[in-house]
C-alpha cells in the first residue's frame, strides 16, 4: 500500500472527526426532540441548565452536558459572558416548531431506524434478497413523516399541485384523488385542507400507517372528505381518478412499471399522474454532494433493499434520476411526461396517458 500524503491525511481525519461529531450529535437531537428540550427553549429566552431544569422538570446536570454538546455543534447558541443557552431564530425554526416548513428533528428519528435496522441490511447484503418497509423499526415511519411533512407544507399546494396543467382548478371545483403510498397521511390530508370541495384517498400496504392515518385525518377535521385503506400500488381500487399522487415511494416499490399501468386503469380520461421523488442528476458524478449524500445513505439501507424484497425487485434506489423515471413511466404505458417543478431536495414530474 503506497504511503500517504501527511497533510491530505490529517484533512481527511479531520473530515472524519466532524463526520463523527454529526453522527454521535444525531441522538442528543433525539433526545432533545423527544424530551422536549428544544420546545421548552423555543422562546429563545437564554437560559442556565438549572433554569431549564426547572422549566422541563429534567436533571440540571443531565442538561448541561447536553446543551454543551449542542453549542459544540452549533446547534444551540452559549454566552461566554452570561454563561446561558439559547435557541436563536433560525435554530428553534429546525428544532422546535414541528408545523413550520423548516423543522428537521424527523430526519434524525428517520436516520435512527438505519442503525437500529443495519443488521437486517447487513444480511441482505450477503444474501441479496430485500428488507421490506414493514420489517424495520416504527421510528422509520414516524421519522419519514415528520422529515417529509415540512416540505409538503412547504411546496405542496402552493407550488406543485399548480405546476400541473389545470390540477388546481379541479381540485377547487371538486375531484377525486388517490395518495398511493401514503404512509401516514401527511400530503393526503394537507390536500384535503386545501381543497375542501374534493374527496380524497389513501392507499398504503403498511397497515400500522394506514390507521395512523386515520387518526391523524380525524384530529385534523377532515375525516369525512378522506377515506384510507390498506392496498397495493398495484391493487387499489380503480376509481376513475382525476389526480393520482405518488409521494417520495415510486423509486421504493418492486414493480414501478405495473404500479404505473394501474395508475393508468385508474385514472379518468383527462386524469394526472403526480410523482414526487427525492432530487438527483442523471449522472451519478452529479449527485456526489450534501443532499446526494443523504439520499444514498438512506437508499442503502432503506430504499433498494424495499425494493429488492418485492416482485420485480427492480431496484430504482432513491437517486433514479429523471431518465430512468421516465422510461418506468413510457414503459406503463404513458406518452407525457414532463418535469413540472423541483426543489433542491424533490422532482415533481406530471405523466398522462
Known amino acids: 500500500m503506497k504511503s500517504p500524503d501527511p497533510d491530505k491525511l490529517n484533512a481527511f481525519i479531520g473530515r472524519l472527526v466532524g463526520d463523527l461529531g454529526a453522527a454521535t450529535g444525531a441522538a442528543l437531537v433525539l433526545l432533545g426532540d423527544r424530551l422536549g428540550i428544544y420546545k421548552a427553549m423555543a422562546d429563545g429566552k ?16 443531565y442538561l448541561r452536558e447536553w446543551l454543551s454538546a449542542q453549542a459544540a455543534a452549533g446547534y444551540i447558541d452559549y454566552s461566554s459572558k452570561s454563561k446561558k443557552f439559547k435557541l436563536n431564530p433560525e435554530q428553534a425554526s429546525a428544532f422546535a416548531d414541528e408545523g413550520g416548513p423548516a423543522f428537521f428533528a424527523g430526519a434524525f428519528e428517520l436516520t435512527q431506524s438505519m442503525w437500529i435496522d443495519e443488521p437486517k441490511v447487513a444480511e441482505a447484503f450477503k444474501s441479496g434478497k430485500g428488507v421490506g418497509w414493514h420489517e424495520h423499526s416504527a421510528c422509520l415511519f414516524r421519522g419519514t413523516e415528520r422529515f417529509f411533512r415540512p416540505g409538503y407544507n412547504r411546496h405542496l399546494v402552493s407550488e406543485w399541485i399548480p405546476a400541473l396543467r389545470g390540477a388546481k382548478e379541479k381540485l377547487e371545483k371538486g375531484a377525486s384523488v388517490a395518495d398511493v403510498g401514503c404512509g401516514h397521511g401527511a400530503s393526503t390530508i394537507l390536500m384535503a385542507l386545501a381543497y375542501p370541495k374534493s374527496k380524497f384517498y389513501g392507499y398504503d400496504y403498511h397497515a400500522p400507517s394506514i390507521e395512523r ?9 377532515v375525516a369525512k372528505r378522506v ?65 446526494g449524500r443523504v439520499f444514498y445513505a438512506a437508499s442503502t439501507m432503506i430504499c433498494t433493499p424495499a425494493s429488492l424484497s418485492q416482485e420485480v425487485g427492480l431496484g430504482l434506489g432513491a437517486q433514479a434520476g429523471e431518465a430512468r423515471l421516465k422510461k418506468v413511466v413510457k414503459d406503463a404505458g404513458f406518452s407525457k411526461f414532463r418535469r413540472a417543478a423541483e426543489t433542491p431536495f ?7 396517458a
Not at 46 to 56: G, N, R, S, W
Not at 213 to 221: C, M, P, S, T
Not at 238 to 266: N, Q, S, W
Open 46 to 61: 437564554a437560559v442556565t441548565p438549572e433554569e431549564l431544569a426547572e422549566k422541563t422538570k429534567l436533571n440540571a446536570r
Open 346 to 352: 424533490n422532482l415533481v414530474f406530471e405523466a398522462r
Open 227 to 291: 377515506r384510507f385503506e390498506q392496498a397495493s400500488a398495484k391493487d387499489y381500487p380503480a376509481l376513475d381518478y382525476d389526480l393520482i399522487t405518488f409521494f417520495d415511494c415510486l423509486h421504493d416499490m418492486g414493480d414501478p412499471v405495473g404500479a404505473g399501468r394501474h395508475v393508468k386503469e385508474a385514472l379518468a380520461t383527462d386524469g394526472a399522474w403526480m410523482i414526487v421523488e427525492p432530487f438527483a442528476h442523471d449522472d451519478l458524478a452529479e449527485n456526489l454532494n450534501p443532499v
Open 213 to 221: 392515518a386515520k387518526v391523524l385525518a380525524k384530529e385534523a377535521g
